[in-house]
């Protein structure tokens, strides 16, 4: 077991300099300090051993890492230093991206509150911009009751230049739908998105893009960082990133070469104030959050990139916009349905969905239950479809197969013959309604 106290007090007090520049100061061993991760640090020490000393003493705020964590949440506290860099952050963000200083803003959050510390600080940024007098920016914070923030799309966007809707990228179809239920008509190119909490694809964000009168093309539409209420802030999308990406994208053989999938990865530059490694293919981050966290396992999928490897294979003119380093991210390490040790990854199936015809009325979203009887594995997909097609589970049943079987032949063979010995159908879908989901719940993709 890690001694907490020694690896805040002792080690932490080793890397100081840290704080001038990650990376210059580390001691010669740092490499060989374990790998922490959230059980076997943050969940098996009292607060006061894991912080330094006096700082409880100056906390503002507590909020927790997560409430939808099976491995249970950790109640940060925060001083008010802490929040206010991030608080700076996502101004200069807005401004950059969205030119809130030019255009009437009204910006929505569509995030869980409670004690989860990402929604609320997110709040406070916002309501922090709005209430600087510094910019026409309103907001309303209507977390996941997404029937009351489309209400209040309803009655004020016609007033602005702009709307913005801070979300999950997977209530971003259930807004779409609810938007298209009540007769509102955006202006086309004045809607956009910035994200927060989960991986998506580059189909996905096009997707979004066309449905809101964007050039399918467009790196500010959908747009997001990557980061956890844990580690906070670690890396973000840029301009030039997301045109990285969709070079890769638009370039699936050059993507399997260096990523070993057509699933490109999210690209993004780093955050200059933590340190990344990746230990067996995870995110691993050491990073000031009130505690010190050294080594911290993520238990994300990614990777580092530098910008001269990938000269003669990536253009220049897009390399040369990149820094020196940046890093890639897959998503959740466990981001995929294993049929039977046959790993069929979220993205890709997220990205074939998208890419049926519009007269199959996928609505945007998927999610995946699996259930256990008498040690047989059954998978149930709920497909989220759009007005009556969600009647046809028969159909979408038939196109999942044979996408699935001829995206692995591993599983074609392994369904066939299970279900065949099992006497009863191991994958099976039904569909809903998307219009009739409340999005009241954090939205996972795998159950």
Known sequence: ????????????????????????????????????????????????????PGDMDRIHLIGASSGFSKSGAVFWPKRPCD???????????????????????????????????GGMQIAAAIRNIALSGNYHFTIATPGL????????????????????????????????????????????????????????TESLREHICVEYGHPADSTSVLWTGYGSADTGDVSYETVASIKVRKWFASHPDRSVEIFGTEDTPMMLNLNDKCLVEIIGGHIVVTKDQFIPLVRYDTKDRGGLMDRESLRGIVPDDLLDAMPEQWMYVF???DNAVIFYGTNLMVGDIQQWLLSLSEAEGYGGLFSVHEAVDNDIST????????????????????????????????????????????????????????SALQGNLKHRFVI
């Not at 020694?6 to 007090?13: D, E, K, L, V, Y």
């Not at 374990?34 to 894991?50: A, G, H, W």
């Open 379 to 434: 998978f149930e997909f709920t497909i989220y479809t759009r007005g009556e097609k969600h009647s046809d589970s028969d159909r979408f049943q038939t196109l999942l197969l044979e996408y699935l079987c001829g995206y692995s032949a591993e599983f074609s063979f392994k369904y066939h013959n299970l279900t065949k010995s099992c006497d009863k159908p191991l994958v099976t879908v039904r569909t809903e309604d998307i």
């Open 145 to 200: 009751n997404l029937r009351e923030a489309v209400n209040v799309i309803e009655a004020y966007h016609g007033r602005y230049d702009q709307l913005l809707v801070i979300t999950n990228p997977s209530n971003i179809p259930i807004i779409t739908a609810l938007i298209r239920d009540s007769g509102i008509r955006l202006k086309p190119g004045t809607t956009y998105f910035p994200v927060v909490g989960e991986y998506f």
């Open 1 to 52: 077991m890690i001694d907490g106290k020694s690896m805040a007090h002792g080690i932490w007090q080793q890397v100081g300099a840290y704080k001038d520049k990650v990376g210059k100061a580390f001691p010669d061993n740092f490499e060989d300090l374990p790998v922490i991760s959230k059980q076997d640090y943050l969940l098996s020490y009292p607060m006061e051993q894991l912080c330094r």
């Open 83 to 117: 929040e206010k860099a991030y608080m700076e952050s996502i101004e200069a963000m807005f401004i950059d991206h969205y030119h809130i200083d030019t255009r009437k803003t009204l910006c929505i959050e569509c995030l869980a509150f409670g004690m989860w510390i």
């Open 331 to 333: 998503g959740r390490a």
